[in-house]
T-cell receptor, first 117, second 112 residues
Framework: GAVVSQHPSRVICKSGTSVKIECRSL??????MFWYRQFPKQSLMLMAT?????????EQGVEKDKFLINHASLTLSTLTVTSAHPEDSSFYIC?????????????FGPGTRLTVL | GENVEQHPSTLSVQEGDSAVIKCTYS??????FPWYKQELGKRPQLIID?????GEKKDQRIAVTLNKTAKHFSLHITETQPEDSAVYFC???????????FGTGTRLTVIP
């Protein structure tokens, strides 16, 4: 199947700093990528849809100035958590949809665990 | 927006028995319903999906049924094995594999 990577896998930062998370589709092109947040033992919550070459679409309640998304190429989307605070601590997972694939499916990255002290 | 509810939250079955997980959705425009399996510390993996023009789909020991009128869909796992133990998420979307809204998850434990 298609492979999606995320970097870093874990990050610990001080309150007030910004953290960038990368999501890459390794063997396919993805015009659309998605960012989710998952709290412990809870479901995946869609935060935003990242569109290559255009602005991301954010879900209701997600602050676009807090969670900056950039999708500059067909294989890379980045999520920047700006001025992170302890309540931003969570597991962030991205997924990518294979633009050229026969199957209309989202492939998930391994996730990034963010801990804000 | 779409609201997906999933039951039960935890499910324990004996090896070899069947397991059923149910989900309901709120948006009648939803047309794509995937199921994901997430093992501890790993990424979600698609195990089966169904589209609104189909009522049932089966893949070996896994089957999914969809009732559009009632807006609910179910995952059926037969002859369960210990390696089926994981958290299962249902999801719904009205734009194919875009904009998935997930259920709250079911932790399945298969007891050897």
């Amino acid at each position: 199947g298609a492979v999606v990577s995320q970097h870093p896998s874990r990050v610990i930062c001080k309150s007030g700093t910004s953290v960038k998370i990368e999501c890459r589709s390794l063997d396919f092109q993805a015009t659309t990528m998605f960012w989710y947040r998952q709290f412990p033992k809870q479901s995946l919550m869609l935060m935003a849809t990242s569109n290559e070459g255009s602005k991301a679409t954010y879900e209701q309640g997600v602050e676009k100035d807090k969670f900056l998304i950039n999708h500059a190429s067909l294989t890379l989307s980045t999520l920047t958590v700006t001025s992170a605070h302890p309540e931003d601590s969570s597991f962030y997972i991205c997924s990518a949809r294979d633009s050229g694939g026969a199957r209309n499916e989202q492939f998930f990255g391994p996730g990034t665990r963010l801990t804000v002290l | 927006g779409e609201n997906v509810e999933q039951h039960p939250s935890t499910l324990s079955v004996q090896e070899g028995d069947s397991a059923v997980i149910k989900c309901t959705y709120s948006d009648s425009a939803s047309n794509y319903f995937p199921w994901y399996k997430q093992e501890l510390g790993k990424r979600p993996q698609l195990i089966i999906d169904i589209r609104s023009n189909v009522g049932e789909k089966k893949d070996q020991r896994i089957a999914v049924t969809l009732n559009k009128t009632a807006k609910h869909f179910s995952l059926h796992i037969t002859e369960t094995q210990p390696e089926d133990s994981a958290v299962y998420f249902c999801a719904a979307s009205k734009s194919g594999a875009n904009n998935l809204f997930f259920g709250t998850g079911t932790r399945l434990t298969v007891i050897p």
